[in-house]
C-alpha cells in the first residue's frame, strides 16, 4: 500500500504565525471533507533551518487521485 504526501509551506498564510495551528486545521478540515483516503497530517517547525518559512505541512493520503486533489486546492507556492 502506498502513502502519497502533499507537503505544504506556510508561503499563503498572511495571518501572521499566531494563526499558523489554523491554517493547517483548515487545510485538515477540508481534506476530511472531500478526501476519502486522507489519513491526516503534521506540521513541522523549520523556522530555524529556513529562511523562508516558519512551519511546513505534511498531508498523508492512502490515493494518489485524493492527494492530487487536495493539492490542486491548496498548493499555491
Known amino acids: 500500500m502506498n502513502l502519497y ?3 505544504i509551506t506556510d ?3 498572511t ?3 499566531d494563526y499558523l495551528s489554523q491554517y493547517w486545521i ?4 477540508w481534506a476530511q471533507e472531500h478526501c476519502e483516503s486522507y489519513q491526516g497530517y503534521d506540521a513541522q517547525d523549520v ?3 529556513s529562511l ?3 512551519e511546513i505541512g505534511e498531508y498523508r493520503f492512502l490515493e494518489e487521485k485524493d492527494a492530487m486533489l ?7 507556492g
Open 5 to 7: 504526501k502533499v507537503y
Open 11 to 13: 508561503s499563503d498564510n
Open 15 to 17: 495571518q501572521g504565525y
Open 26 to 29: 483548515n487545510m485538515d478540515q
Open 47 to 49: 523556522s530555524d533551518v
Open 52 to 54: 523562508q518559512w516558519d
Open 70 to 76: 487536495f493539492e490542486l486546492k491548496w498548493n499555491r
